[in-house]
């Protein structure tokens, strides 16, 4: 097997880990995108709604700068407002990430945005070599034979 280059791994890292995490949180798979190109990013839509905001949408959003944000659609369909943050590593476990969101769905997290600043205190390839590990979570198709 050919090696991958850095913008595959990044990109393959982050599908797998957005997948793992999805599972942890039990929701389809169909429900997250990735931009997996700099900075990468990624949106799960949530079939829950937070208790303090009843009459409005719930996702979880991840970014390479701040990691896992909790977010609610506005009516008008401009920006997500945010609500919460799961704060320290910018890459937690995903069942970290499913308790955190677990927490602040039943009510027990203040829906209240912190600041967050961004993280870029990692090196270039910290990122991508960590999302490296989660690469494999993502089934790759076998290519036919002509």
Not at 43 to 50: C, I, M, P, T
Not at 81 to 86: A, G
Not at 107 to 116: F, I, K, L, Q, T
């Amino acid at each position: 097997m050919a090696e991958l280059d850095r913008d595959e791994v990044l990109a393959r890292g982050l599908r797998g880990y957005v997948r793992l995490v999805t599972e942890a949180l039990d929701l389809d798979s169909e429900c997250s995108y990735v931009w997996d190109e700099r900075p990468a990013r990624a949106y799960l839509a949530v079939d829950r709604r937070l208790p303090t905001r009843p009459d409005r949408e719930a996702a979880l959003l991840w970014d390479e700068e701040r990691g896992w944000s909790a977010a609610i659609e506005t009516h008008s369909g401009e920006d997500l407002i945010i609500v919460d943050h799961l704060g320290g590593d910018v890459l937690p476990p995903p069942r970290r990430v499913a308790k955190w969101a677990g927490r602040l769905f039943r009510g027990e997290r203040r829906d209240a945005p912190r600041p967050v600043p961004a993280r870029v205190n990692h090196a270039a390839g910290d990122l991508t070599r960590r999302l490296a590990a989660y690469a494999d979570a993502v089934p790759v198709p076998m290519s036919r034979s002509a």
